[in-house]
């Protein structure tokens, strides 16, 4: 009998994911933490990587196959750089064409019942304006203008979704992510209290260092039957 | 012989039932459910949404998810629907029989006992998940009731289908020192972030303010969701005399009756047995 030779269950895994679109550009936030079951064993790992200048990828499930899908995606930027040198193609592939090249590896994989256990949001700005959308494990491919993976769907988008105006500043949707990671870390067991924040402009992309996030903990001091 | 609880002689049968006469077991109604409770400067308040839902099927728009413990206990509830009418209404009664016979106004914690006591003789498998909340001669009281039995006592709480969604809105709203509107206007957001984001809450939002020797209950304060776009103008009553009559006949419904000596001597026969 042969060996499984295909992904079982996710072993190193990253939570939530968010991205909220606003006036110029978009915002993606993650927390830097890969979990082994429910040991917090990687403490600073990058959920948040840039494809190209103007695209950033953020991953939710198994670490290991988004490191995969950075180095398929980073690969064909070659090959796409060589055949634009060579005058057989425009330009450097665009975000939406990352975006759907991908959903097409994760369909493939997923039919043939070994998957990259992922849902990646893909984020970036082309021609003036910016798209951003995620692909699932299951080669599912979405586009929109708040975004969440993982707990987040749960936690984050109900409070986007009420907060989010279109061309909303740049404060503001700042202040909207802060809101949701703060959310997360009460109740998301598998995160940790360290962000990183890719912003992305026409300008290019900008990936912070991690931050933390101030919590608040009164409701310690509450006491049952005082008025 | 086995005293109470869940009586397990049919089990096999419907084990049997299911696998070889490919019986369709009837789906629970459930309260898909947002329920969520808040504490404070005065009070509590309680609210709910108003879907019941039966498998993916809205089985009733607008039920009553908020239940009167007491005048000033009442208790939310998720899960399926019978499990959290029914428990409520009996530890209701249990605590009116318990308050007669004290004499005292009853307290929150009592009716919390007499829950997770009930609820874990049952192991969980009575799906009743519960919001406690009310204001008794000790103060205002939140708690939270899980199938198995367990409580939590805590300033906000959130249940149900739609808890997280409505948590996320009490996490970045809640603030120890909120008075009466604020935290009617919290709990309100809460249901409504409920209602729009889970799938198995929806309807209206009902809304329980409970302060000392005080109850407010706003039933369906907002029904923006449930607003039908296209709805029949004229109404289904019908003025009297609008139907034409054709033909009348009245007939007597009751013969005369006449008492017979044959009768009288019966009934003596019965009495000398």
């Known amino acids: ?227 | 012989m086995q005293k109470g609880g869940f009586n397990f002689d049919l089990y096999q049968r419907n084990v049997e039932l299911i696998e070889k006469n490919n019986y369709k077991v009837p789906k629970t109604t459930k309260t898909g459910t947002t329920i969520v409770g808040v504490v404070f400067s005065d009070g509590v308040v309680l609210g709910a949404d108003t879907r019941a839902t039966s498998g993916p099927i809205v089985a009733d728009p607008n039920c009553e998810k908020i239940h009167r413990i007491s005048d000033y206990i009442w208790c939310a509830g998720a899960g399926t629907a019978a499990d959290t009418e029914n428990t409520t209404g009996m530890i209701s009664l249990q605590l009116e029989l318990l308050s007669l016979s004290t004499g005292r106004s009853p307290r929150v914690r009592t009716a919390l006992t007499l829950l997770k006591n009930f609820l874990f003789r049952y192991h969980g498998y009575i799906s009743a998940a519960l919001v406690l909340g009310g204001v008794d001669f000790t103060g205002p009281h939140l708690h939270m009731i899980h199938p198995h039995g367990s409580t939590s006592t805590l300033p906000y709480i959130s249940m149900g289908s739609g808890s997280l969604a409505a948590m996320a809105v009490l996490e970045t709203g809640y603030n120890s020192k909120m008075g009466e509107e604020d935290a009617k206007s919290l709990v309100h957001q809460a249901i409504l972030s409920g209602i729009l984001n889970d799938l198995g809450s929806g309807g209206n939002v009902d809304l329980c303010v409970i302060k000392h020797k005080s109850m407010e209950f706003f039933r369906n304060i907002d029904t923006t969701n449930s607003k039908r776009k296209f709805r029949k103008k004229l109404p289904y009553m019908f003025k009297s005399g609008s139907t034409k009559i054709l033909e009348k006949q009245i007939k007597e419904k009751m013969e005369k009756m006449e008492i017979v000596n044959e009768k009288e001597s019966q009934i003596e026969e019965l009495e000398e047995l």
Not at chain 1, 83 to 91: A, C, H, I, P, T
Not at chain 1, 178 to 206: H, M, Q, S
């Open chain 1, 1 to 227: 009998m042969q060996p499984k030779k295909k992904t079982l269950r996710p072993i190193v895994t990253g939570s939530s994911v968010l991205g909220i679109k606003y006036k110029d550009g978009v915002i993606l936030a993650s927390d830097t933490l890969g979990s082994y079951g429910s040991l917090a064993r990687f403490r600073d790992i990058r959920r948040i990587v840039p494809i190209t200048k103007h695209t950033v990828i953020g991953g939710t499930g198994e670490f290991s196959d988004f490191q995969e899908i950075t180095k398929i995606l980073r690969q064909k930027i070659i090959e796409n750089q060589e055949l634009v040198e060579s005058g057989k193609e425009e330009d450097e592939l665009l975000p939406s064409e990352i975006h759907s090249y991908l959903s097409r590896v994760l369909y493939g994989r997923r039919n043939k019942f070994n998957p990259l256990w992922n849902d990646v949001v893909v984020a970036g700005f082309e021609k003036g304006k910016v798209h951003m959308g995620t692909v699932d494990l299951w080669g599912s491919y979405f586009e929109d203008d708040i975004i969440a993976t993982g707990y987040g769907t749960y936690f984050a988008l109900p409070l986007m979704r009420k907060a989010y105006k279109k061309d909303m500043e740049r404060d503001k949707a700042l202040e909207v992510l802060r809101d949701c990671l703060t959310v997360l870390f009460y109740r998301d067991c598998r995160t940790i209290n360290r962000y990183v924040f890719a912003e992305i402009t026409k300008e290019g992309v900008n990936i912070t260092d991690p931050v933390e996030i101030e919590t608040k903990w009164e409701i310690a001091d509450w006491q049952e039957g005082k008025l």
